[in-house]
Nanobody
Framework: QLQLVESGGGLVQPGGSLRLSCAAS????????IGWFRQAPGKEREGVSC????????DYSDSVKGRFTISRDNAKNTVYLEMNSLKPEDTAVYYC???????????????WGQGTQVTVSS
């Protein structure tokens, strides 16, 4: 059974850091691109970052570029999102998703995790 499980969320002060993990099982992880998305209350789900199946191609939204870094370890079936210099506006539920094509659009993704809450507040 295909499964994506996010972890690493929590409460952090502005300027702090968190590392999110997305652990995959039940499918050929190495053949799938992975995207990170977030959704704040009352807002649409937005793309944060994505990484190609082999890890050579990455993309970031303008709002996180230079602060967030996506990476993957295909031997561990895991994708990471390193988040630095966090701001209150980064507060949201963060989701990872799998697709055959690396894209920043949620519509491109077939499989989704349950999400992990990130709260940036003093």
């Amino acid at each position: 059974q295909l499964q994506l499980v996010e972890s690493g969320g929590g409460l952090v002060q502005p300027g702090g850091s968190l590392r999110l993990s997305c652990a995959a099982s039940g499918f050929s992880f190495a053949y799938y691109a992975i995207g990170w998305f977030r959704q704040a209350p009352g807002k649409e789900r937005e793309g944060v970052s994505c990484i190609s199946s082999g890890g050579r191609i990455t993309d970031y939204s303008d709002s996180v570029k230079g602060r967030f870094t996506i990476s993957r370890d295909n031997a561990k079936n895991t994708v990471y999102l390193e988040m630095n210099s966090l701001k209150p506006e980064d507060t949201a539920v963060y989701y990872c998703a799998a697709s055959r094509i690396a894209s920043m659009s949620p519509k491109s993704y077939d499989y989704w995790g349950q999400g992990t809450q990130v709260t940036v507040s003093s």
